[in-house]
């Protein structure tokens, strides 16, 4: 898994990469001592993700307001 920072992503990217995260801590075989890293990197990409959507969210509401 390519660790870039978080802002480097595309959204579809940081959703995969949450995606694996998930997969790997639901997994037998998840490294206790790697479950601190694996949560904060998907609390940083739900972060991202969240600012991402709300941001689109309020771009096209503006976009639908100037149609009006």
Do not use: S
């Amino acid at each position: 898994m390519e660790l870039k920072p978080v802002n480097e992503l595309t959204y579809t990217e940081a959703i995969g990469q949450l995606g694996q995260i998930i997969n790997v801590m639901q997994g037998e075989n998840c490294d206790i001592d790697k479950l601190a890293a694996y949560t904060r990197r998907a609390t940083e990409l739900i972060a991202e993700c969240r600012r991402r959507l709300t941001v689109t969210d309020e771009e096209l509401a503006k976009i639908l307001k100037d149609l009006q």
